[in-house]
């Protein structure tokens, strides 16, 4: 009886054995790594880079240039209607001083048109440029971290105007990031230290 319960209690015990031994292995190949996600403000990047302020700043500057360029024409544009003033119209000399007035206009219209073009196409390399710059900055950052994902976290400013409302709330992507680390310091500071990127 002694040798029927050992026996018994021995298999009893082996079958559990490999009961929980087909178990565990199971259980590790259905357990994924935890990802790591990190988050990064491409606004406060662009907002806190140094060398964005500085961007700023020599637009401000340039501004001035060409916004006393423009007052310059604009004066001209008053002196030379001041002038047709003086002429009698219906007179060659009217007629002559009004072609003068029309192309003064013309010169500061399109003098205005120019300008507005160049600061568009300045401000679209730029911040094109110091996005790829942020995107490589996270990527170093992220990879220096052991980050699996980044992801942009940029908070809506409230009020939103009407017409940006969808727009505004539909690249809204992260609602909440609790468990993430937010990387934004360090790619702004790698930004400014970036020897490639030049306002």
């Not at 990802?35 to 140094?50: A, C, E, H, P």
């Not at 961007?55 to 401000?60: D, K, T, V």
């Given at each position: 009886m002694n040798g029927?319960?050992?026996?018994?209690?021995?298999?009893a015990g082996a079958l559990a054995l490999v009961a929980v031994m087909q178990y565990r292995p199971a259980a590790s190949q259905t357990t994924a790594p935890a990802t790591r996600i990190g988050l990064v403000s491409i606004r406060d990047v662009f907002n806190g880079s140094k060398k964005h302020a500085l961007y700023q700043a020599q637009l401000a500057k340039r501004?001035?240039?060409?916004?006393?360029?423009?007052?310059?024409l604009a004066k001209q544009v008053q002196e030379e209607e001041r002038e047709l003033k003086t002429v009698r119209p219906g007179t060659a000399d009217h007629l002559k001083q009004s072609q003068v007035v029309l192309e003064a206009r013309s010169k500061l219209r399109n003098q205005e048109e120019l300008i507005k073009l160049q600061r568009m196409t300045?401000?679209?390399?730029?911040?094109?440029?110091?996005?790829?710059?942020?995107?490589?900055?996270?990527?170093?950052?992220?990879?220096?971290?052991?980050?699996?994902?980044?992801?942009?976290?940029?908070?809506?400013?409230?009020?939103?105007?009407?017409?940006?409302?969808?727009?505004?709330?539909?690249?809204?992507?992260?609602?909440?990031?609790g468990g993430a680390v937010d990387l934004t310091n360090d790619v702004i500071a790698r930004v400014d230290a970036s020897a490639s990127l030049q306002p």
């Amino acid at each position: 009886m002694n040798g029927k319960t050992i026996t018994t209690g021995i298999l009893a015990g082996a079958l559990a054995l490999v009961a929980v031994m087909q178990y565990r292995p199971a259980a590790s190949q259905t357990t994924a790594p935890a990802t790591r996600i990190g988050l990064v403000s491409i606004r406060d990047v662009f907002n806190g880079s140094k060398k964005h302020a500085l961007y700023q700043a020599q637009l401000a500057k340039r501004a001035g240039q060409t916004n006393a360029q423009l007052d310059d024409l604009a004066k001209q544009v008053q002196e030379e209607e001041r002038e047709l003033k003086t002429v009698r119209p219906g007179t060659a000399d009217h007629l002559k001083q009004s072609q003068v007035v029309l192309e003064a206009r013309s010169k500061l219209r399109n003098q205005e048109e120019l300008i507005k073009l160049q600061r568009m196409t300045e401000d679209k390399k730029w911040f094109e440029d110091l996005y790829q710059e942020a995107l490589r900055a996270t990527e170093v950052v992220a990879k220096e971290r052991g980050l699996d994902l980044v992801l942009e976290r940029s908070e809506p400013r409230f009020p939103i105007p009407n017409e940006e409302m969808w727009s505004t709330l539909g690249t809204h992507k992260v609602l909440y990031g609790g468990g993430a680390v937010d990387l934004t310091n360090d790619v702004i500071a790698r930004v400014d230290a970036s020897a490639s990127l030049q306002p």
